[in-house]
């Protein structure tokens, strides 16, 4: 069969690279993929954005999957016009992507449902939004633009005059454009952040294992949010227990929730969540793979994907034996370019790719914002690489991708180095994080 993958990073390198893997896979088509891409499959040069072409490109190449890896072409809808076009789609249609494309959809889902999440109000007026903040007693508090803005919308506000330059950076100066129209203020939430994957076709939930990113650009969680500085997985701070109370607290009335609503979830579902002393609550909904955790998923995911994606998109998953899970860890270190996340410079020779997959075995380099110009391979963004490693425990891996990672070189490269490091120093939750870290079923 022909399956055909929507995006252009890191993360679609390596649904890629995983579902090349098939035996039951002919041609992996990426549209428009990246070098990285093309060394597995085909590259067509059609942008997620053009749902036109992407429709008529599943069709004349009878694509039997599609695999829509970004939230944008999500929320606009092209889950829905594949569908109705009959290609098989693993990724929700427009009305599931509102978990991720509206943080107030989300919101009222959520307390409708009660599902555990930050106490919050909604506003579409920045006067009335600061006057709240005026009168607020507790700080910080937590302004968020309702709509996709890359991950850049949400803001820890400390005081008042903090809170009100967010309200008017999302709402009058439209920092995140028509993300902005509406705001929501949250409750700060004390605690630990995790992650939570569970892949569904909107009846039967399977649950992915646990992967954590690393947000913030600095070592020691400094400095301002990005995409993601590298992963990890297993994550010890979210033992079994743990992950169980989420399971029943959190994914699996979330997947009821939108059934119940009529909405026919088949795709992914990623819930950001923080553990705090009274439960775990949802920060955000994402309805996509996470980049980079897509990346180590993909890595530990060792039983063929392909019979799971096309059971999830034809909604059939009851018949389908769930993942076998490698159990080695998997570290993921991004490689930046320098200036990243405000202005990273484009341009540069990358040096090394293959010298690091070479280093091991157990070493896969994805490629994000990378080009080819003739022979060389450039710096085209921000995240340009992740270099993932597989070893038996994290500090195994973590050695492994430091290691493959140095003999990569570009001029202003950098990385964090305490990737899969943070579980050291972490607190209790308070809700049994001591007991037994999640056991994977040995593969
Ligand atoms: P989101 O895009 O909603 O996940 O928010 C991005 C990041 O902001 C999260 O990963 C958290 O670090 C932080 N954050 C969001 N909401 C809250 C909250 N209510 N309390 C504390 N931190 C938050
Ligand atoms: N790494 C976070 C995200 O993909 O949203």
């Not at 022979?375 to 597989?390: E, F, H, K, N, W």
Request: proline share 6%.
């Amino acid at each position: 069969m022909k399956v055909l993958v929507v995006g252009r990073g890191g993360r679609e390198h390596a649904l890629v690279w995983k579902i090349a893997r098939s035996p039951l896979v002919d041609e992996v088509i990426c549209a428009p993929g990246n070098p990285g891409t093309v060394e597995l499959g085909r590259n067509v040069d059609v942008s997620p954005d053009d749902h036109a072409a992407l429709v008529r490109l599943a069709l004349d190449e009878r694509v039997e999957l599609a695999v829509i890896g970004p939230e944008r072409p999500l929320c606009e809808g092209l889950g829905d016009k594949l569908r109705a076009a009959g290609v098989p789609v693993f990724g929700p249609g427009a009305a599931g992507a509102r978990l991720e494309g509206s943080k107030g959809f989300a919101k009222d889902l959520l307390e409708r449902h009660r599902i555990p999440t930050a106490p919050s109000r909604s506003f579409d007026r920045s006067g009335l939004a600061k006057s709240f903040l005026e009168g607020a007693t507790a700080w910080p508090q937590v302004v968020k633009a309702d709509g996709l803005a890359d991950g850049k919308g949400v803001y820890i506000c400390a005081d008042a005059k903090e809170g009100r330059a967010a309200v008017d950076a999302i709402m009058e100066e439209r920092r995140h454009g028509r993300a902005g129209e509406r705001i929501l203020i949250e409750e700060f939430q004390e605690g630990v952040e995790a992650s939570v994957f569970a892949i569904s076709d909107g009846k039967t939930i399977l649950i992915l294992e646990p992967v954590q990113d690393h947000k913030q650009v600095g070592e020691g969680d400094v400095g301002p949010n990005t995409g993601g500085m590298g992963v990890y997985s297993p994550v010890p701070h979210l033992t079994r227990r743990l992950h169980k109370q989420i399971e029943q607290r959190v994914l699996v009335p979330s997947i009821h929730a939108l059934r119940h609503e009529g909405i026919e979830f088949r795709g992914i579902l990623f819930c950001g969540l923080m553990l705090t002393d009274s439960g775990p609550r949802v920060l955000e909904y994402n309805v996509r793979f996470g980049d980079p955790e897509c990346q180590a998923l993909m890595r530990r995911w060792k039983s063929d994907i392909v019979p799971v994606l096309v059971a999830t998109a034809n909604g059939k998953l009851e018949d389908i034996e769930p993942p076998v899970w490698d159990s080695r860890a998997c570290v993921g270190v991004v490689a930046a370019s320098d200036g990243y996340p405000e202005s990273p410079r484009k341009g540069d020779v990358i040096e090394g790719v293959s010298a690091a997959e070479r280093s091991d075995d157990e070493v896969v380099v994805f490629q994000a914002g990378t080009r080819e110009a003739g022979p060389d391979l450039l710096t085209d963004g921000g995240r340009v690489l992740c270099v993932t490693a597989l070893a038996d425990d994290l500090d195994g891996a973590r050695d492994l991708a430091y290691t493959a990672y140095d003999r990569i070189s570009w001029d202003g490269k950098f990385c964090r180095r305490d990737i899969g490091k943070r579980e050291e120093s972490r607190p209790d939750t308070g809700n049994g994080a001591q007991d037994d870290a999640l056991a994977t079923p040995a593969g």
